[in-house]
């Protein structure tokens, strides 16, 4: 998975400072078969088979779809799209040097994976919020979390993105790119007027989004012992709302394939490993102009790329035995 500021990475990385035609260049022939490409195409082939096995799974078996799964459905939409989208191109512009003779709606579409990626982000704060909810609001949880609603949740969080985002990359690509293609004939310049945007873009899209996985799930902790302990107490006191709350319970139970404590678990610590240090990477690089050696970011990077095959794992982990009736 390519981190969508790449450009002012390589660029700080290789300590280019003379802007020529408002252009940074940022490769300038094919490198071949290198261990890195191998693990990118590794990498891109075995999470489009998850992502896919998962999502027909789902086709084949209606039972596994409910209100909690769709959240999960639509992150493997988001994981396959962006994959689909960016990664064949970049794989063999490093194979064969493909960007000169991409084209340039071909080009665009690439480079519209700096929008695209920050779709799965999102759905990760999704799941963590979506448990906020349920621990917070059990009852309420219960019966207005619909699969209609989550739904139009994931919808609106898709346009909440482009809203965001879409507009900075239009104007650069419309107005600011085209002379800078035609010049080069190359998807590895971009112009300097988007060079204004990755700081804006790292704290919005990446550390905010992260921030709020880690800080809910230890809400989510917090609530839920909370919630054990209250519900002992209470036992003794009210054996009716208890038996109608332990019916709310079982009949939650029987309509989820999988246990969402264990799915916002496994986010939360894939978020932390895979997330976490192309972070701290690019933060030092974007606000602090930090010159780091190439292999850490191709470290991070890499990192960052499993994320999308950790995020089809989660939910076959998490799947519990049901009962036959």
Avoid at 84 to 113: F, K, N, V
Avoid at 201 to 228: A, G, H, M
Avoid at 263 to 281: R, W
Wanted: aromatic share 14%; hydrophobic share 45%.
């Amino acid at each position: 998975m390519a981190y969508p500021n790449t450009t002012i990475f390589n660029a700080t990385i290789h300590n280019v400072t003379n802007l020529d035609s408002s252009v940074i260049t940022l490769r300038h022939s094919a490198a071949g078969w290198t261990a890195s490409v191998t693990i990118k195409l590794l990498i891109s082939v075995v999470s489009v088979l998850l992502n896919s096995s998962v999502l027909l799974i789902h086709y084949f078996v209606p039972a596994y779809i409910n209100p909690f799964s769709v959240y999960l459905l639509a992150l493997y939409l988001a994981n396959i799209f962006y994959i689909l989208t960016s990664r064949p191109m970049e794989i063999l512009d490093e194979l064969y040097g493909l960007y000169p003779a991409a084209g340039y709606p071909l080009c665009m579409l690439y480079l519209y994976q700096k929008v695209s990626s920050i779709v799965p982000v999102l759905f990760h704060v999704l799941i963590s919020l979506n448990r906020v909810w349920a621990v917070t609001f059990p009852v309420s949880y219960r019966q207005r979390h619909t699969r209609r609603l989550a739904v139009y949740i994931c919808l609106g969080t898709v346009a909440y993105v482009h809203f965001l985002n879409l507009p900075p990359y239009l104007v650069d690509t419309l107005k600011y790119y085209p002379p800078v293609y035609a010049k080069y004939h190359d998807c590895g310049h971009v112009s300097v007027n988007f060079l204004d945007f990755p700081r804006v873009d790292e704290i919005i899209n990446r550390l905010l989004p992260t921030f709020i996985v880690l800080t809910t799930y230890i809400f989510i902790i917090v609530k839920r012992w909370k919630r054990k302990a209250g519900n002992q107490v209470s036992a003794s006191k009210s054996l009716t709302r208890t038996t109608q709350e332990q019916s709310l319970k079982t009949l939650e139970t029987s309509r989820r394939s999988v246990k969402p404590f264990i799915v916002v678990s496994v986010t939360t610590a894939s978020v932390l490993i895979c997330y976490v240090p192309v972070q701290i990477v690019f933060f030092l690089v974007l606000f602090f102009r930090m010159n780091l050696p190439g292999s850490v970011y191709s470290a991070v990077t890499t990192l960052y790329s499993l994320e999308m095959i950790v995020d089809p794992l989660m939910w076959m982990c998490s799947l519990h035995r049901t009962k036959k009736p």
